[in-house]
């Protein structure tokens, strides 16, 4: 799912997308390269060297407690890749879940509400007041 500054473009709260957020939960395994089961971060590295795009992990820093993120350039613009999004707030784990909303230029768009409460615990008060605005509450 397409989350961040491309969620708040999706919804008209924002005008340019800095980077693209695509977030992937981290619980099942998937098949991978030969038909074998691998964890996700390294599916997702394989279909990014699988189509020539350069990526790098990056290092946990901050509140962010994502089990993988992955920085892809792809030619014009930037994709983080966050593999179990989450984040740490008051000593404790908060996962943000990829779930499904909906659609913007053929892209599955994570849901707001995911993002309000994302956007809450990174300290991004404009963007989850924008949200907060959007959702009505």
Request: charged share 25%; proline share 4%.
């Amino acid at each position: 799912m397409v989350g961040g500054s491309g969620l708040l473009a999706s919804l008209g709260l924002i005008q340019t997308v800095q980077d693209w957020d695509l977030v992937i939960d981290s619980e099942a395994e998937v098949e991978g390269e030969g038909g074998r089961r691998v964890g996700p971060t390294l599916a997702v590295e394989q279909v990014l060297a699988a189509m020539g795009l350069p990526h790098q992990r990056r290092e946990r820093s901050g509140i962010f407690r994502t089990s993988a993120a992955l920085k892809v350039e792809a030619g014009d613009h930037s994709i983080d890749v966050l593999v179990g999004f989450a984040l740490e707030s008051q000593g404790r784990l908060v996962s943000i879940p990829a779930r499904p909303g909906h659609m913007w230029r053929g892209l599955r768009m994570a849901r707001p509400e995911e993002w309000l409460a994302a956007y809450r615990l990174m300290g991004r008060a404009e963007r989850a007041e924008a949200l907060q605005r959007h959702l009505g509450r």
